[in-house]
């Protein structure tokens, strides 16, 4: 099995698409603290500017880990596009290729393929993560230095102290790894029944596209639906910035996704058990 | 017999009903005059809405006449009115028109209110202060300023009354309701809860101060703010 597992890390090693995540990240990363840099206190300051008009704001200054948070809250939107690139490419891509046969022939299940193509998947997806750790949030430290985050919502304002800010943000990138396993597990799918790898990448974008702009609206019959879609739960993260930490939205959210995760991958491992590849 | 009575009763008091507004608040100044710095510790706790942060503490430094700063570490919603203010408006009783505006019991003491009108130019638009009669201190302040609005500061005496230091000061704060479109939060599925009224709610912070230090030297440097 490891054996397996190591040959689709060479697989996705060897695919140029592989490192386009990382060369996005590291762009709108950099491009972000850049902008940040340069007119995030006044991008704070016209945020909270109600608040200013009543109290005196002490200590409110631009930091590392708002910066990191930032930059997380926005990135979270192109992650999925950056993770289904790979993983929509696993399955399809060697029907594309024409080495689905070849592969086939070996002396091992589909089943324990499909598990390395899986894990494989996982193991991008986490390197992904870590990069966007590294980058957003450590180097933003670095660069920013500390200090307390202002966690902004629509409607409130949470302050999160600096002392406080390390557990949140690893649970954070937890959550995160789990949200884009769902993902890594749609486009996995979606994969096995596709013949080229272009299809699966677009579908899945597109049905995360759909999920998300039906989330956006505050209309009551897309608010009846939004519990059962997982874009609902990917955002979860978040949570982990909320002052008490809903510890059950988090853990009914982190179920729902591994729900979703078993389902998905049940499915493929079912469909590409009986697929007919002689074709 | 009945008459000695009623005056040997009633003298002690007398002097109250005689008091004008301006002998009440020379009195109060003349207590808070006896201080011409303070350090303290002070705990912070804040009761915000559509605000969660957690309770902090710092440190209170005051220096007569009118500087004051709280320093602490990390983020602070503190009120914008320096809350000795109103004793740089009373200390110079031309500076100020004043009212008796009646009494009110706060707690266990009698208050005589008093509304205060600064003649120049001042921040203060008025203040009216709920003195008590038995401390000579303002329980409650009810400032309006040109620049903050409306602030009510209501303030517990314990062991520095004879100096009109507090042991506790309460603010109650308007608000403006906090809104930031959903995009710029990236709060996208966020449903905000839905409020009535005019957006407006209040606020409270509550200052508890412990171990005063007072006529210490402080430098004038603590008072300006880092980086200025």
Same mark, same amino acid.
């Given at each position: 099995?490891?054996?397996?597992?190591?040959?689709?890390?060479?697989?996705?090693?060897?695919?140029?698409?592989?490192?386009?995540?990382?060369?996005?990240?590291?762009?709108? !990363?950099?491009?972000?603290?850049?902008?940040?840099?340069?007119?995030?206190?006044?991008?704070?300051?016209?945020?909270?500017?109600?608040?200013?008009?009543?109290?005196?704001?002490?200590?409110?200054?631009?930091?590392?880990?708002?910066?990191?948070?930032?930059?997380?809250?926005?990135?979270?939107?192109?992650?999925?596009?950056?993770?289904?690139? !790979?993983?929509?490419?696993?399955?399809?891509?060697?029907?594309?290729?024409?080495?689905?046969?070849?592969?086939?022939?070996?002396?091992?299940?589909?089943?324990?393929?499909?598990?390395?193509?899986?894990?494989?998947?996982?193991?991008?997806?986490?390197?992904?993560?870590?990069?966007?750790?590294?980058?957003?949030?450590?180097?933003?430290?670095?660069?920013?230095?500390?200090?307390?985050? =202002?966690?902004?919502?629509?409607?409130?304002?949470?302050?999160?102290?600096?002392?406080?800010? =390390?557990?949140?943000?690893?649970?954070?990138?937890?959550?995160?790894?789990?949200?884009?396993?769902?993902? !890594?597990?749609?486009?996995?799918?979606?994969?096995?029944?596709?013949?080229?790898?272009?299809?699966?990448?677009?579908?899945?974008?597109? =049905?995360?596209?759909?999920?998300?702009?039906?989330?956006?609206?505050?209309?009551?019959?897309?608010?009846?639906?939004?519990?059962?879609?997982?874009?609902?739960?990917?955002?979860?993260?978040?949570?982990?910035?909320?002052?008490?930490?809903?510890?059950?939205?988090?853990?009914?959210?982190?179920?729902?996704?591994?729900?979703?995760?078993? =389902?998905?991958?049940?499915?493929?491992?079912?469909?590409?058990?009986?697929?007919?590849?002689?074709? | 017999?009945?008459?000695?009575?009623?005056?040997?009763?009633?003298?002690?008091?007398?002097?109250?009903?005689?008091?004008?507004?301006?002998?009440?608040?020379?009195?109060?100044?003349?207590?808070?005059?006896?201080?011409?710095?303070? *350090?303290?510790?002070?705990?912070?706790?804040?009761?915000?809405?559509?605000?969660?942060?957690?309770?902090?503490?710092? *440190?209170?430094?005051?220096?007569?006449?009118?500087?004051?700063?709280?320093?602490?570490?990390?983020?602070?919603?503190?009120?914008?009115?320096?809350?000795?203010?109103?004793?740089?408006?009373?200390?110079?009783?031309?500076?100020?028109?004043?009212?008796?505006?009646?009494?009110?019991?706060?707690?266990?003491?009698? $208050?005589?209110?008093?509304?205060?009108?600064?003649?120049?130019?001042?921040?203060?638009?008025?203040?009216?202060?709920?003195?008590?009669?038995?401390?000579? $201190?303002?329980?409650?302040?009810?400032?309006?300023?040109?620049?903050?609005?409306?602030?009510?500061?209501?303030?517990?005496?314990?062991?520095?009354? *004879?100096?009109?230091?507090?042991?506790?000061?309460?603010?109650?704060?308007?608000?403006? *309701?906090?809104?930031?479109?959903?995009?710029?939060?990236?709060?996208?599925?966020?449903?905000?809860?839905?409020?009535?009224?005019?957006?407006?709610?209040?606020?409270?912070?509550?200052?508890?101060?412990?171990?005063?230090?007072?006529?210490?030297?402080?430098?004038?440097?603590?008072?300006?703010?880092?980086?200025?």
């Amino acid at each position: 099995m490891l054996d397996l597992i190591r040959t689709e890390i060479f697989k996705i090693a060897a695919k140029p698409r592989s490192y386009i995540g990382f060369a996005a990240i590291f762009a709108i !990363v950099v491009i972000i603290q850049i902008a940040l840099y340069a007119d995030g206190q006044a991008y704070l300051d016209f945020l909270i500017q109600s608040l200013n008009q009543s109290f005196e704001i002490e200590g409110m200054d631009f930091n590392g880990n708002l910066v990191g948070f930032i930059i997380l809250q926005t990135l979270i939107i192109q992650m999925p596009l950056l993770v289904a690139l !790979v993983s929509g490419d696993a399955i399809s891509g060697e029907i594309q290729g024409g080495t689905i046969r070849s592969l086939l022939t070996k002396p091992v299940s589909r089943s324990r393929i499909v598990w390395a193509k899986f894990i494989a998947a996982e193991l991008y997806t986490l390197l992904l993560i870590l990069w966007l750790g590294i980058l957003a949030w450590i180097a933003s430290l670095l660069f920013f230095g500390p200090g307390d985050l =202002v966690v902004l919502k629509s409607d409130s304002l949470v302050i999160v102290r600096n002392a406080d800010t =390390v557990w949140r943000f690893l649970s954070a990138f937890g959550v995160a790894f789990l949200s884009l396993s769902v993902v !890594v597990a749609l486009s996995f799918l979606l994969s096995a029944f596709a013949e080229n790898s272009i299809a699966p990448i677009i579908i899945t974008m597109s =049905v995360i596209l759909l999920f998300t702009i039906i989330g956006t609206f505050d209309i009551p019959v897309f608010n009846q639906i939004k519990p059962f879609l997982f874009t609902t739960h990917m955002i979860v993260w978040r949570n982990f910035f909320d002052r008490p930490l809903p510890v059950e939205q988090i853990a009914q959210s982190a179920g729902i996704m591994a729900l979703h995760i078993v =389902v998905f991958l049940s499915a493929t491992l079912i469909y590409f058990n009986k697929k007919d590849i002689t074709q | 017999m009945k008459k000695a009575l009623f005056f040997l009763f009633f003298l002690p008091f007398a002097h109250l009903q005689a008091q004008t507004p301006n002998q009440i608040l020379y009195k109060s100044w003349q207590q808070f005059s006896r201080i011409k710095s303070f *350090k303290s510790e002070v705990n912070i706790y804040f009761n915000l809405p559509s605000v969660s942060i957690e309770d902090m503490s710092g *440190k209170a430094f005051y220096k007569a006449p009118s500087k004051f700063r709280i320093r602490l570490k990390g983020i602070a919603f503190l009120p914008k009115d320096n809350p000795f203010n109103v004793y740089t408006l009373i200390r110079d009783s031309t500076q100020y028109a004043s009212v008796l505006n009646g009494s009110e019991k706060i707690g266990n003491e009698l $208050c005589k209110i008093v509304s205060v009108i600064p003649n120049g130019e001042s921040d203060i638009v008025m203040a009216k202060l709920w003195m008590g009669t038995t401390t000579n $201190c303002p329980l409650k302040m009810q400032i309006t300023s040109r620049e903050n609005g409306v602030i009510l500061i209501e303030n517990t005496y314990g062991r520095f009354v *004879k100096n009109a230091l507090p042991d506790k000061m309460r603010f109650t704060v308007d608000m403006n *309701k906090f809104k930031v479109p959903k995009a710029l939060a990236a709060d996208i599925n966020n449903t905000p809860k839905k409020s009535a009224g005019d957006g407006k709610s209040k606020g409270t912070i509550e200052f508890v101060f412990a171990n005063y230090t007072l006529n210490t030297v402080i430098e004038d440097s603590v008072f300006k703010e880092e980086g200025k």
